[in-house]
């Protein structure tokens, strides 16, 4: 039971701090951008470790940019940490950020992101975890 309230502060600790630096960030963005949603997905290797999977995936998510109502992409592979408040124990980390729900909504269904999971991405994962939270 121990194990699992600390996945899920682990977890909640991830989305607010993800939060609070898109927050951080906010003075710096244009008024359109501030309202904007934040889709962060958080993806395991079925190889862990696996270099050329990690990097697959991340080129292709940084292609998402060319899909109409994307405004940023960010993705990367895991910082690993000696510290008991951060989970470092998935691979690779993306934020896509878009104006609005109905921009994210219609990137979901967009060919070139459903190609991507369905092709590259869903075969290298065992587990993918998303959160979507808005300003």
């Given at each position: 039971m121990k194990l699992m309230s600390r996945?899920?502060?682990?977890?909640?600790?991830?989305?607010?701090?993800a939060a609070l630096l898109?927050?951080?960030?906010?003075?710096?963005?244009?008024?359109a951008e501030q309202a904007s949603v934040h889709h962060v997905v958080l993806a395991w290797l079925a190889e862990p470790g696996d270099a050329g999977a990690r990097q697959k995936i991340i080129a292709i998510s940084k292609s998402f940019a060319a899909i109409p109502g994307v405004m940023h992409v960010h993705a990367g592979h895991v910082m690993a940490s000696e510290r008991d408040i951060v989970d470092d124990s998935f691979d690779i980390g993306i934020i896509v950020t878009f104006p609005d729900r109905a921009?994210?909504?219609s990137y979901l269904t967009h060919p070139t992101h459903t190609h991507a999971v369905r092709e590259i991405i869903n075969p290298l994962v065992r587990k993918i975890v998303v959160y979507d939270f808005s300003e």
């Open positions: 996945v899920i502060f682990r977890r909640a600790l991830l989305l607010g701090s898109l927050y951080s960030c906010a003075g710096k963005l244009s008024p921009a994210m909504e």
